[in-house]
């Protein structure tokens, strides 16, 4: 199993371009969540997903769109990049019952000029 | 609304000390509570869980954590600490008397890092 895959690994956007994230896990889990991680702050819910076709908005879901189209991809948005997306961004899933640890991608590192 | 507090933003100990990583939490209800590692550049590996039952959790690479209801603490802990255990390590929560879609995010201490001097 490769768990939690996410793509690019790195990527360097200037302001106002547009960029799509891709998470994919093989666990068969329902639930997925899209986090960023900035020093200091630990991390941060921006979106997750229940399952398949459906999403919520986290903590700080502002500037970011995700979609859920199949149950093993969890995609993050971003429209028009702002310097204050630069971040690591990290994909997690769990399964939707049982004791709710989740499992973490190899994150993304954004950075916006 | 749920909340969790680790006060140290880094520990250094020792190796072969006992080190011990605080952590301290808020819920409405009661808590399901977890500890994460990080190494450098990688993500978050589980450690240890809390769900219910014996208050001592053991977990990965000989760690335990404590659960403590009326200190609303749940410390990790290791014996004898290893080089290799410096990392950064996040304390998480989840209110289990949640209801929706929203009760199962969790909520993320801020990190502490660990270093074990040789």
């Known amino acids: 199993n490769a768990g939690v895959t996410q793509t690019p690994k790195f990527r360097v956007l200037k302001t106002g371009q547009s960029m799509t994230l891709l998470c994919a896990q093989d666990?068969?889990?329902?639930?997925m969540y899209w986090y960023r991680q900035d020093p200091g702050m630990g991390l941060r819910l921006i979106h997750y997903s229940v399952g398949e076709g459906t999403t919520a908005k986290g903590e700080v879901p502002d500037g970011y769109n995700v979609s859920r189209l199949k149950k093993q991809n969890f995609l993050l948005g971003l429209e028009s990049a702002a310097p204050s997306q630069t971040s690591v961004y990290f994909c997690a899933s769990s399964r939707g019952t049982g004791t709710y640890e989740q499992y973490f991608g190899p994150g993304t590192r954004l950075t916006v000029t | 609304a749920q909340s969790v507090a680790q006060p140290e933003d880094q520990v250094n100990v020792a190796e072969g000390n006992p080190l011990t990583v605080k952590c301290t939490y808020s819920v409405s209800g009661n808590p399901y509570l977890f500890w994460y590692v990080q190494y450098p550049n990688r993500g978050l590996q589980f450690l240890l869980k809390y769900i219910t039952g014996d208050n001592l959790v053991k977990g990965s690479y000989g760690f335990e954590a404590e659960f403590n209801k009326s200190q609303t603490s749940f410390h990790l802990k290791k014996p004898s600490a290893l080089v290799s255990d410096s990392a950064l390590y996040f304390c998480?929560?989840?209110?289990?008397?949640?209801?929706?879609?929203?009760?199962?995010?969790?909520?993320f201490g801020k990190g502490t890092k660990l270093s074990v001097i040789p």
């Open positions: 998480a929560v989840r209110d289990n008397g949640g209801s929706g879609a929203g009760s199962y995010q969790l909520t």
């Open positions: 666990m068969n889990h329902e639930y």
